[in-house]
T-cell receptor
């Protein structure tokens, strides 16, 4: 069975700091990888996704993630965070055959103004 | 509607009571999912419906949990004889026929139903 690990449960940064949130998955075959974000009081929404091709994928609001197959990782990055990036971030994986996404436990990001 | 609609947004019940949670997916979306979000636990898959196919119930935690989808649209998640460990936010998501998880990965989520079992 697939599993997803997000090692950082709560990250606190000041505005303009750089961000990297870790995500590791357990499945050894071909995977589809995703980051979802949940802003306070809002529903979960897709931030970015990787299916194939360039392992560096760019998403909305200046976020990007890099797929490193040898490390089973898909870390989320942003060079300079803003207060409005305060949210909970979820990494998710799908092996392409299963119908559902397996989510990590989430990382709460707090950006201080 | 414009998005996935869930009701009630908040439900407080006593241990042992039954509860029903409703999900109205985006019009035209044939795939519907239920997830459970517990504090610090991430999102736990519960059940998946796709069109007229038999649902994937592999994530339901016990036989107290059941779900149905009538007419390929609205879904109801029922929890019988609720326990305190059932307290969580229950999330519903839908996706369109051309956006199944294996193709684009975009699930459209509702805002959830927060269940508190006293």
């Amino acid at each position: 069975a697939q599993s997803v690990s997000q090692h950082n449960h709560h990250v606190i940064l000041s505005e303009a700091a750089s961000l990297e949130l870790g995500c590791n998955y357990s499945y050894g075959g071909t995977v589809n990888l995703f980051w979802y974000v949940q802003y306070p009081g809002q529903h979960l929404q897709l931030l970015l996704k990787y299916f194939s091709g360039d392992p560096l994928v760019k998403g909305i609001k200046g976020f990007e993630a890099e797929f490193i197959k040898s490390k089973f990782s898909f870390n989320l990055r942003k060079p300079s965070v803003q207060w409005s990036d305060t949210a909970e971030y979820f990494c998710a994986v799908n092996d392409g055959s299963a119908r559902q996404l397996t989510f990590g436990s989430g990382t709460q990001l707090t950006v201080l103004p | 509607g414009a998005g996935v609609s869930q009701s009630p947004s908040n439900k407080v019940t006593e241990k042992g009571k039954d509860v029903e949670l409703r999900c109205d997916p985006i019009s035209g979306h044939t795939a519907l999912y239920w997830y459970r979000q517990s504090l610090g636990q991430g999102l736990e898959f519960l059940i998946y419906f796709q069109g007229n196919s038999a649902p994937d119930k592999s994530g339901l935690p016990s036989d107290r949990f059941s779900a149905e989808r009538t007419g390929g649209s609205v879904s109801t998640l029922t929890i019988q004889r609720t326990q305190q460990e059932d307290s969580a936010v229950y999330l519903c998501a839908s996706s369109s026929p051309l956006q199944l998880v294996g193709l684009t990965g975009e699930l459209f989520f509702g805002e959830g139903s927060r269940l508190t079992v006293l």
